[in-house]
């Protein structure tokens, strides 16, 4: 049995009235299996969830000296972050102003001093100005100062650097986490390094399989049987207006698997978490594929972007408090991110299976929906929060 608190509204506040009854019948009920695998759908959650969505692109110690970049493609569309030589993060469309072509290549680099066009040799600054145009006499009367880059709207919370494609006039990232900003206080976001760099890994899934994966809490104790012997009862769920947060505590009883007994007696205590935070894990997921995995040891970010119905890539990276040299616990701490690693690698294979049966029988004629448990808070929140934005997920079967 999950430890659970009741979803409260969804807050979306975007929805035509008429599909509220419809949507109130189906609380309880989970996303129709056609959403999972439609190309129309697909297409209204582009325009619907995501354009309207935060984003996280990167840390800003992960562009620590001017000219540092993390390029991100999200919906089809290249942008950067990028530190200015002011020493402040902007970011911006990850294209040409005048033909188009995408300028920094990679996920991430430095660009030295200036941006420079790999098609036609236009050179943008740091701040996205346009500085430099070849043959610029041959253009005629051109308004340059309206061709620097495209900016685009960010957020930086904590350290992490978000960005949005389009302002629906939803809550900024700091607004989502309001309801827990006081968990995260004590883990200075603001200081965490990267450690190792962003991985991409495909998976065959809707990316709503993946979210409700990360929200489900009944099948814990069914096939994580590394994280029920880490947690025992002790996991819980609930969902708050724009964030799901999940979270366990670490069992004294030595577990039976290696990894994981080695983590619950290698884990140092940690000098800046409050006692109750020691042995303590915790989940949030934003609205609406932005996950931040909270370890005493380290920070995870994943995010499960989108490129086709069926189609997901998830980006992930963990990030570290830089320890000392002189830190009587490093040994300890280095072994305890390995260790993580590895109980959270056998956790994410067993969910890489699920996701991919899920998705197998989202394609099955017999299956439309099916009901939730009261306790999955979490999933009936986010499928509550999808009928509220895209309100055909309240059909069972797809418009023709
Ligand atoms: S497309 Fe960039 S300079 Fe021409
Ligand atoms: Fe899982």
């Not at 080695?262 to 109750?276: D, K, N, S």
Request: glycine share 8%; hydrophobic share 40%.
């Amino acid at each position: 049995m999950v430890g659970t608190r009741l979803a409260q509204d969804d807050g979306a506040g975007h929805s035509p009235a008429a599909a509220t009854d419809a949507r109130g019948a189906l609380d309880g009920t989970s996303l129709p299996a056609w959403t999972y695998r439609s190309e129309a759908f697909f297409a209204r959650e582009r325009a619907a969830v995501f354009r309207p969505s935060w984003q996280v692109v990167c840390h800003v110690n992960d562009v620590p000296a001017p000219g540092d970049y993390h390029a991100f493609e999200f919906l089809g569309e290249p942008l950067v972050t990028i530190r200015g030589r002011d020493g402040g993060v902007k970011s911006f469309h990850n294209v040409c102003r005048h033909r188009a072509a995408r300028l920094l290549d990679g996920d991430r680099g430095n660009c030295g001093g200036r941006i420079t066009c790999p098609y036609h040799a236009w050179s943008y600054g740091l701040d996205g100005a346009l500085v430099g145009v070849p043959h610029r006499a041959s253009f005629g009367a051109v308004d340059w100062a309206a061709y620097g880059l495209a900016p685009v709207e960010q957020e930086i919370f904590r350290g992490f650097v978000f960005v949005r494609l389009a302002d629906d006039g939803g809550p900024s990232v700091a607004e989502m986490m309001a309801p827990y900003a006081v968990d995260l206080a004590p883990y200075r976001f603001e200081e965490l390094v990267p450690q190792g760099r962003v991985t991409l890994r495909p998976r065959e899934v809707n990316w709503k399989n993946v979210a409700d994966n990360y929200g489900d809490g009944l099948h814990i104790s069914v096939a994580h049987p590394g994280l029920t012997r880490l947690f025992g009862k002790s996991y819980g769920l609930e969902a708050a207006p724009h964030i799901d947060k999940m979270w366990g505590d670490l069992q004294d009883t030595p577990s039976r698997n290696w990894s994981e007994a080695m983590y619950q007696r290698l884990l140092p205590a940690v000098a800046h978490l409050p006692a109750e935070r020691q042995r303590h894990w915790m989940y949030f997921r934003l609205w609406p594929n932005v996950a931040f995995d909270i370890y005493p040891d380290q920070v995870d970010f994943m995010q499960f972007l989108p490129v086709s119905p069926t189609q997901t890539m998830i980006r992930e990276i963990a990030y570290v408090l830089p320890d000392a040299p002189d830190d009587p616990w490093r040994r300890e701490m280095k072994a305890a991110r390995y260790l993580n690693w590895r109980i959270n690698r056998q956790v994410n294979a067993e969910d890489t299976g699920l996701i991919a049966r899920v998705q197998a029988g989202m394609a099955s004629s017999s299956y439309t929906t099916g009901p939730l448990s009261e306790d999955e808070v979490c999933l009936r929140s986010f499928a509550r929060r999808m009928r509220s934005v895209i309100p055909e997920a309240c059909l069972e079967r797809e418009p023709s």
